[in-house]
Structures are given as C-alpha cells and as structure tokens.
Antibody, heavy 123, light 107 residues
Framework: QVQLQESGPGLLKPSQTLSLTCTVS??????????WSWIRQSAGKGLEWIGR???????TYNPSLKNRVSTSVDTSNNQFSLRVSSVTAADTGVYYC???????????????WGQGTLVIVSA | DIQMTQSPSSLSASVGDRVTISCRSS??????LNWYQQKPGKAPKLLMF???SPLSGVPSRFRGSGSGTDFSLTISSLQAEDFATYYC?????????FGGGTKVEIK
C-alpha cells in the first residue's frame, strides 16, 4: 500500500517561499502510471489542486497560482517537492501530497493522500 | 477552468436513510468524475472513480452515476461511519477542480 508523508515548515512570513517535501513509501515514485500531486485546502477556497509532476519530470500547474509554483521529483530518495514563492495569508491552509493514478482507460484520480500539513502565513 | 457545483451544501439524515448528493460540471466531462469522502482532521479518501467505479473495498451501499455534466453519489442506507463531507472532482482537464463539498450530518 502506497503511503505518503508531507514535511516542511508550518509557519512562514509573507513574501517567503513555502517548501514542502513528500516522501513516498510502499511503491516506487518512478512508476509511470502515476502523477505526484499537491493539493491544498483552506476554509475560504475548499480543495484546490496546485499542480503535479510525472516521474519523467514533466509538470503542470494551476494557473491560479500565477507562476509562483514549482515542483521536482527525487527518484533516488522516493520524494517529490513543492515550492510556492512570495506567499501571502491567502496561501494559508492544509497542504496534501497525493498519488494520482492513471488508468489504461485514461482516467485519473487521487488514490493515495498524505495526512496533510498545516501551513500558516503570518507576519 | 471547469467549475464543479455540488448540491446540497449540507444535509441532515438518519442512519438507514437513502441519501443522494449531486454534482454538476460547467462543461461536459464525459465520465471523468471522481468522488471523495473526508472526515474531520483527515485527508480525503477516494470512493469512486470514472463516475461509477468504486475503489476496491468501498461498501456496496455507495453508488455513483452520471455522465456529461450531471452526476450523483447515492448512499443507499446511511451508516454511522458515513457522516462526513463528500467532494466531487473532475479529471477531464487541467486545472483539476473540486466541488465545494456536501456535509452529511446526523439528524
């Protein structure tokens, strides 16, 4: 069973860069029938998809984050990471990493989730 | 972006009730629709993918249906462990988007 665990600072000041890492266990991050995604949840915006990265390194992001986001994958440590620059209070929320499975039929869904990590942006 | 609208936003029901949650997309998404259950303080958990395919281990009382723009999740006989918030999510196109959630509460 694939398990995911987020790690990173929980408190940031405005204008800083949020950096989170997700460690994957119970499966290989190299598997090409998966994307590795980041999703956040805040009271104001509900669940918001941030972006995803394929083991090949190809990444796609939500335009709502206006080029502040980047992701990377570290196959040697079975980890992937998220960076969000120039954070504001609007970036406060619970951040989840998730395994997005891709089926042969082309359906994609978030089959496994980390427990989530609370990130607060406050001066 | 494809907007996902769920209704109702909350409902009260009793154990044993039949409950139906609706989800509508702003564009046709075929069957690229997933359902998740979330309990307080926990990550969402996948229930259903491709509109009507339950993940292995999901109780048979959960049924998903729909295609195009209108979808529903039905719980045939509500159990105590089903009180939670339910979200739909489209996987037709990026950015992937979620509905606002339906909170199922105890009457």
């Amino acid at each position: 069973q694939v398990q995911l665990q987020e790690s990173g600072p929980g408190l940031l000041k405005p204008s800083q860069t949020l950096s989170l890492t997700c460690t994957v266990s119970g499966g290989s991050i190299r598997s090409d029938d998966n994307y590795w995604s980041w999703i956040r949840q805040s009271a104001g915006k509900g669940l918001e998809w941030i972006g995803r990265i394929h083991p090949s390194g190809s990444a796609t992001y939500n335009p709502s984050l206006k080029n502040r986001v980047s992701t990377s994958v570290d196959t040697s440590n079975n980890q992937f990471s998220l960076r969000v620059s120039s954070v504001t209070a609007a970036d406060t929320g619970v951040y989840y990493c998730a395994r997005e499975r891709i089926t042969v039929a082309g359906h994609e869904f978030f089959q496994n989730w980390g427990q989530g990590t609370l990130v607060i942006v406050s001066a | 972006d494809i907007q996902m609208t769920q209704s109702p936003s909350s409902l009260s029901a009793s154990v044993g009730d039949r409950v139906t949650i609706s989800c509508r997309s702003s564009q046709r998404i075929s069957s690229y629709l997933n359902w998740y259950q979330q309990k307080p303080g926990k990550a969402p958990k996948l229930l259903m993918f491709a509109a009507s395919s339950p993940l292995s281990g999901v109780p048979s009382r959960f049924r998903g249906s729909g295609s195009g723009t209108d979808f529903s999740l039905t719980i045939s006989s509500l159990q105590a462990e089903d009180f939670a918030t339910y979200y739909c999510q489209q996987s037709h196109s990026v950015p992937l988007t979620f509905g606002g959630g339906t909170k199922v509460e105890i009457k």
